[in-house]
C-alpha cells in the first residue's frame, strides 16, 4: 500500500521559514518524480515544485529565489525549504509521487503565513 505522509506545516510570520517533509512508503521512492503542489481556498491546486527521479527541479515562478525542492532517496523523503514566506503562500501544501501510469497524494499539510 503506497502512502504518502507530509508534515512540518504551521503557522508563522511573513519572512519566516518552515521546511515540509514528505516521507513514502510502498513504493520504490528512487524511481518516482516528487512534486509539492498547493491549494489555496476557493483556488485549483497548483505545481509549487518538481524534482524528477535523476533529481532536476523546476519551480513555479511565485517561489523561485525562495523554496527549494531536496530528497533523500535513502530515506525515502522528500522536502521543501520555504523561507522569505509569504501570506500568499498559505495554502494546504500536497505531496505527489508520479511516473508512467502511477500517480499517489499525500493528505496535505496547512501552512499558514501571517502578516
Known amino acids: 500500500q503506497v502512502q504518502l505522509v507530509e508534515s512540518g506545516g504551521g503557522l508563522v510570520q511573513a519572512g519566516g521559514s518552515l521546511r515540509l517533509s514528505c516521507a513514502a512508503s510502498?513504493?520504490?521512492?528512487?524511481?518516482?518524480?516528487m512534486g509539492w503542489y498547493r491549494q489555496a481556498p476557493g483556488k485549483q491546486r497548483e505545481l509549487v515544485a518538481i524534482?524528477?527521479?535523476?533529481?532536476?527541479?523546476n519551480y513555479a515562478d511565485s517561489v523561485k529565489g525562495r523554496f527549494t525542492i531536496s530528497r533523500d532517496n535513502a530515506k525515502n523523503t522528500v522536502y521543501l525549504q520555504m523561507n522569505s514566506l509569504k501570506p500568499e503562500d498559505t495554502a494546504v501544501y500536497y505531496c505527489n509521487a508520479e511516473r508512467v501510469n502511477d500517480d499517489y497524494w499525500g493528505q496535505g499539510t496547512q501552512v499558514t503565513v501571517s502578516s
Open positions: 510502498g513504493v520504490i521512492f528512487s524511481i518516482y518524480h
Open positions: 524534482i524528477t527521479s535523476g533529481g532536476s527541479t
